[in-house]
């Protein structure tokens, strides 16, 4: 029996649809590319803005009719949606037959196995976390999943992969839906992280994403002994096969000084940093109830570029959240232009049922405003990267190869993000509009697609074509090389950069 799974959201998804996608293969299933040849339709949802539920909620009412077309198929939605909506989920869209929170994946071929002999929708989804004040342990609990079963065959890149080191979030930003439905902040254990990522390297992984919400917060207690993100680094780094390492996402007040000198200089650690600033005006981001001022993180900004040479820090940002005035939206462009930053996800505000927002701040900033200060801030973005990557022109970088370009070429900005296009959709349009209007640099591309296809015919390991890899600071590079480079480290002296991707030619430099 064949399976398919569509996943939005953040990377914490992409990696739970990897671990659901290893359940069902451990259980006898086939992974396929495209919803008609399954029998089993997985949506792994995401909760973060509404925009991105009412797209899987229309998707849904839409397969109705892929599922009387095939007698005997089911319907599964997992991730946060499954965690927010439960039972709602049945009501609105009937044809669902399974739902799974994302702490429960590991139930994930049970509960199809039940649909399928009963007929009767199942559920499984953690503990409310703000009804079950009675049970903390048990709401905790309920919202753990521990030990995966890692497949190469569930990642697009084996050399790529990436390994959850904490659950949940504690910082109950006032916006935001992840705390309640990704639950308390839990940090993994080392052992069982590092035996993972062991077991990850021995699969040919070379490149680790460590994931958190919080991913600096990470702690673990074990009696006298307490292990940091920094202690876990010096581990990974003793892994020989393991390259490099990144984490995503940093809590800007959780980047001590310790941690950025073990970025700087740990062998596998990369100088990229993914800290979201949210803001750029103090009221906004108390109100947001983000823990810092501006200054400081100003001050942070500051200290890492002190600190690590050629370090480059990514951001997200809201707009248009409540009371934003056109002044303290100019502060945000104010932070972008200060902080350098190679890139920023730009969101607009959407409100979300249940968190303090919701409660105590009204969604009063028309959409179009929204709209606006959305491409205001990304063209000064745009602008910002486009300065930042000028700077490797005629320069000598080492990439990780990752694959042709081909899929990359048509979606540049969605490769760029860190959050699957079903909830950047609008900034992905944005950002390939932005692309479109540096005229020199598409047709220099234009014209490398155009000569790498004249090259390339059919298609065998050695034929040329346009491939793409990063830099450890995470920028993407496009080059004219074989299939077989990717997963290989190599050096490219760059020629052309845009906003989003620099360009240029194998060196032995
Ligand atoms: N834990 C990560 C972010 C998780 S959500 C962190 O704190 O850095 C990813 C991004 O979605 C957030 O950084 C924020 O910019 C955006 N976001 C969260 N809630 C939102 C909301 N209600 N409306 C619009 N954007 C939101
Ligand atoms: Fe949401 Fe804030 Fe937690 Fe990030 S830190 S997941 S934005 S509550
Ligand atoms: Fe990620 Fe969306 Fe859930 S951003 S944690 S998939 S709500």
Redesign the pocket.
Known sequence: MNFYIETVG?QMNTLDSELAAAELINAGWTQVESRKDAQLAIFNTCS??EHAEEKIYSALGRLKHWKTQKPGSLIVVMGCMAQKDKELIFRRAPCVDVVVGPGQIDQLVALVERAAATNNPQIAVSLDRFQRRDDPKAMKESFRQYDPIRMAQTRPRVFQAMTRIMFG?N?F?S????PSVRGPEQSRAPKDILREIRTLADQGAKEIVLLG??VNSYRYVEGEKVTRLVDLLVEIDKIPEVKRVRFV?A?PTDMTDDLLQAVRDLRTSTPYLHV?A?HGANSMLQRMRRHYTVEQYKDLVERIYATIPGASITS???VGFSGETEEEFQQTVDLVRFARFKNS?I??????PGNEASRKFPDDIPEEVKKRRNNELLAVQNQVSYQGNQQFLGKTVEILVEGPSKREMKSVAQEETL?EEGQVADQTVDTMGALAHVPNITTSLEEMTASAARVSGASTQAQTVQMTGRTPCDRIVVFNGSRDMAGSFRRIKISHVGPMFLAGDLTEE
């Not at 969101?347 to 979300?352: A, G, L, V």
Request: proline share 4%; charged share 20%; with cysteine.
């Open positions: 953040c973060v803005r979030c910082k930003c916006y935001c839906v992840v919400q919080t996402s809590y979201p949210q997200d940002f809201i996800y969101f607009k505000y959407s409100e979300r959050y």
